[in-house]
């Protein structure tokens, strides 16, 4: 498994140059978590590093935060919140009007998909081309109330933000088909950079026949070493035979539903079946 690890390394280091390979390397390590946050805490506190500008007005119901901190330390996830219906509409209408991309496309316009298929091409999971565009996006990712829990959480202000809006297509698609479109159905933990939490509200109703989210509570804290030193990617006999089909967690809900999460864990999404899913993904770093 060590020689995974080492190989992974090598290919990141090819595609991404050793700056963006460090992440890879050590931001899997939780000891290298902490001292990343315990420094980044200390260059805030002494006005060298910026944190993220909360915005104005909460639009995320339903976080509590003290339970949402406890999830977050014992289980990777917060309880669900929640975004309003008239939220999740501005939102979906944005993102329904506006442009698209996918793995080997040029830009397109969801009209165009047919069949899971834009000319022929398999589009199995597509990206929103430029999701900061639209206000309510921006409105999401800056929630106050997200933010100081991030605080608390991360151990310090998050310094960037990216968000994503995803659609994934309910249609017949081969295992190396959804592979190629880099559409996570397999049991795996990011390792994107030092530190990291991730924000997720589905702006369509989901359930596991849909796309559902599914990970393993708690499993940001235990992963055997074995794997820790390996491909961040685990088959799901491999998965819930370490740590048992009672810590599997499938996250479904309305449009509107949403989630926090230490994404360090073993996860994965399902893949869309009967209903094609759309989710915004704001990733804290």
Same mark, same amino acid.
């Given at each position: 498994?060590?020689?995974?690890?080492? #190989?992974?390394?090598?290919?990141?280091?090819?595609?991404?140059?050793?700056?963006?390979?460090?992440?890879?390397?050590?931001?899997?390590?939780?000891?290298?978590?902490?001292?990343?946050?315990? =420094?980044?805490?200390?260059?805030?506190?002494?006005?060298?590093?910026?944190? /993220?500008?909360? #915005?104005?007005?909460?639009?995320?119901?339903?976080?509590?935060?003290?339970?949402?901190?406890?999830? /977050?330390?014992?289980?990777?996830?917060?309880?669900?919140?929640?975004?309003?219906?008239?939220?999740?509409?501005?939102?979906?209408?944005?993102?329904?009007?506006?442009?698209?991309?996918?793995?080997? =496309?040029?830009?397109?316009?969801?009209?165009?998909?047919?069949?899971?298929?834009?000319?022929?091409?398999?589009?199995?999971?597509?990206?929103?081309?430029?999701?900061?565009?639209?206000?309510?996006?921006?409105?999401?990712? =800056?929630?106050?109330?997200?933010?100081?829990?991030?605080?608390?959480?991360?151990?310090?202000?998050?310094?960037?933000?990216?968000?994503?809006?995803?659609?994934?297509?309910?249609?017949?698609? =081969?295992?190396?088909?959804?592979?190629?479109?880099?559409?996570?159905?397999?049991?795996?933990?990011?390792?994107?950079?030092?530190?990291?939490?991730?924000?997720?509200?589905?702006?369509?109703?989901?359930?596991?026949?849909?796309?559902?989210?599914?990970?393993?509570?708690?499993?940001?804290?235990?992963?055997?070493?074995?794997?820790?030193?390996?491909?961040?990617?685990?088959?799901?006999?491999?998965?819930?035979?370490?740590?048992?089909?009672?810590?599997?967690?499938?996250?479904?809900?309305?449009?509107?539903?949403?989630?926090?999460?230490?994404?360090?864990?073993?996860?994965?999404?399902?893949?869309?079946?009967?209903?094609?899913?759309?989710?915004?993904?704001?990733?804290?770093?």
């Amino acid at each position: 498994m060590q020689l995974g690890f080492v #190989g992974n390394v090598v290919r990141s280091m090819k595609k991404r140059g050793l700056a963006g390979s460090l992440p890879y390397a050590l931001g899997r390590f939780s000891v290298v978590r902490r001292n990343y946050s315990r =420094t980044l805490a200390l260059a805030q506190g002494l006005g060298a590093v910026p944190g /993220l500008a909360r #915005g104005a007005a909460p639009v995320v119901g339903g976080l509590d935060q003290e339970a949402a901190l406890a999830g /977050l330390v014992r289980d990777s996830v917060t309880p669900t919140v929640g975004l309003t219906p008239a939220m999740v509409g501005r939102l979906r209408s944005f993102a329904l009007g506006a442009p698209w991309v996918a793995e080997g =496309t040029a830009p397109f316009h969801l009209e165009e998909v047919v069949g899971g298929r834009l000319g022929g091409h398999p589009v199995v999971i597509a990206d929103l081309l430029d999701p900061d565009a639209c206000p309510e996006v921006r409105q999401v990712a =800056t929630d106050p109330g997200v933010l100081a829990l991030l605080e608390r959480y991360m151990g310090y202000r998050p310094i960037g933000v990216r968000s994503r809006v995803l659609y994934s297509w309910a249609a017949s698609y =081969t295992r190396a088909e959804r592979d190629f479109a880099g559409q996570t159905v397999a049991y795996h933990f990011d390792v994107q950079s030092y530190n990291f939490v991730y924000a997720n509200y589905y702006l369509t109703d989901t359930d596991e026949r849909s796309g559902a989210h599914v990970m393993i509570d708690g499993s940001h804290r235990d992963k055997p070493v074995a794997w820790l030193l390996g491909s961040a990617r685990q088959s799901d006999e491999a998965v819930r035979a370490q740590y048992g089909a009672a810590r599997e967690r499938v996250i479904s809900g309305q449009a509107g539903t949403g989630f926090l999460q230490d994404s360090s864990c073993y996860h994965k999404a399902l893949a869309p079946l009967d209903r094609d899913r759309i989710i915004l993904q704001v990733r804290y770093y």
